[in-house]
């Protein structure tokens, strides 16, 4: 600020003020009262009263003192003018320069309110700036929280995600086996209406030879009217499991659309798909009988070798009472397996006798990598042709895959005619054996 500086300038004009008064006082040339004269006696001051009439001067002339002293006021007084009018200058300027600082601290103190003003406001702005700041602060802490309650949501959707299409995967193979399952139904089909036609050939070579074996008529005629009765019954059941399966498969159908629309709602179908592949899966256990894992091989690197063995009939009461009697056909025979097992036929002479030649069971690839075993039982009625008419599950290994590899391959078997009186077929009993080789 100006303000010490102004008041030093104004103390400073004070003091060369007074110091030209206190000159101008004692140097002014101004005419000076003559002293008083005193005198001693009254005819003393008539005699100098009378003087002063007639001119003269009373006093003792000192003509040489006098011009010296004349001369020395008048320099002093020159001198006195010159500082007189330098001091006026001086104050002139003086003046001014107050003038000037006093219009600079006119305008210092608007400068200052001006300043006090903004400095108010500032103060203001910092206060709310502050209060800004607190808010920001508050909403930077809520801001944090949601983003980590919203990563640890997105955590939990990927797994959720992981686990639906590890579901979906799980229900599109059983999809995908469902109609690899109707394909292979209907390729028996057609092998059925093969062998109705093959059928037909041979009643109608049978009525063609009627004239040559008339003893054998009603024994024939039987056997023809059992024999379509039976393939009419095998028909109708084959109708009805087509009808079953064309159910199941429009409920997987269902199914698989409920679940693409449950992968697209996420968490909110996580529930229902849950409880449909838990009834899946019940369904699938129900059917089967659970087997003990089968021990791994020595040599991890390359699965077991497979061996399958024919074993002779076993008798009635050695059957296992727990197994399930699965009655079936030749329609619910799987597609042909792609592994052959290594070993052959062991079959003991049983009337009637599986002929030689007969396809060897095939070991499922799917069991083999499963490490799956177990001895499936069959119940074979045969024709007096030798060909097979009727294959049921006696006792079952446990495994789908098993019994019907076990049905597949023995359903092509032929065996030796057996002929009793009054019976156009004849029932044995087959055993097979899927164990796989290197067991420890």
Do not use: C
Not at 6 to 19: E, N
Not at 42 to 51: H, M, N, S, Y
Not at 244 to 270: M, P, Y
Not at 407 to 423: C, E, G, L, N
């Amino acid at each position: 600020m100006k303000l010490p500086a102004i008041a030093s300038t104004v103390a400073v004009s004070g003091v060369i003020h007074a110091t030209v008064l206190i000159a101008w006082a004692a140097f002014s040339t101004h005419p000076r009262p003559e002293p008083a004269l005193t005198f001693s006696t009254t005819i003393e001051a008539v005699l100098v009263d009378a003087a002063l009439d007639a001119g003269q001067t009373p006093e003792p002339s000192t003509p040489a003192s006098d011009a010296a002293a004349t001369a020395a006021l008048a320099a002093n007084n020159k001198q006195l003018h010159a500082e007189v009018a330098t001091l006026l200058t001086t104050r002139e300027t003086l003046e001014s320069t107050v003038t000037e600082l006093e219009s600079d601290k006119a305008t210092l103190l608007e400068t200052r309110e001006t300043l006090e003003g903004t400095i108010t406001e500032l103060e203001q702005d910092k206060s709310a700036l502050l209060a800004d700041k607190a808010s920001l602060g508050e909403q930077l802490a809520t801001v944090t929280g949601e983003r980590q309650q919203l990563s640890a949501d997105k955590a939990a959707l990927l797994a959720t995600r992981e686990t639906l299409e590890g579901e979906a995967a799980q229900l599109a193979t059983t999809q995908a086996q469902q109609q690899q399952q109707l394909l292979e139904l209907e390729s028996v089909r057609v092998g059925l209406s093969d062998d109705l036609s093959r059928l037909q050939g041979v009643l109608d070579l049978e009525q063609r030879e009627r004239a040559t074996l008339a003893q054998k008529v009603v024994t024939l005629e039987l056997a023809r009217h059992e024999t379509v009765t039976h393939l009419n019954g095998l028909i109708i059941q084959l109708d009805n499991e087509n009808q079953s399966l064309n159910a199941s498969l429009r409920q997987l159908r269902s199914e698989k659309h409920s679940a693409e629309v449950t992968l697209q709602g996420r968490t909110r179908r996580i529930e229902s798909l849950s409880q449909q592949v838990d009834t899946l899966l019940n369904e699938k256990r129900s059917q089967r009988q659970p087997a003990p894992p089968a021990a791994i091989a020595d040599d991890p690197a390359s699965p077991p070798a497979p061996a399958i063995a024919i074993a002779e009939n076993p008798p009635a009461q050695k059957l296992s009472a727990v197994a399930e009697k699965t009655s079936t056909n030749l329609s619910t025979a799987t597609a042909p397996s792609l592994a052959a097992p290594e070993t052959g036929n062991a079959v003991h002479d049983v009337e009637p006798r599986p002929v030689a030649g007969n396809p060897k069971p095939v070991y499922p690839r799917l069991a083999i990598h499963r490490q799956l075993e177990g001895t499936v039982i069959l119940t074979i009625d045969v024709l007096p042709s030798g060909k097979v008419a009727n294959i049921s599950v006696e006792a079952g290994s446990g495994f789908s895959l098993l019994d019907q590899a076990a049905i597949k391959a023995v359903s092509q078997w032929r065996f030796t005619p057996a002929h009793q009186v009054d019976t156009p077929t004849m029932t044995v009993t087959q055993s097979i054996q899927f164990q796989l080789d290197g067991r420890s």
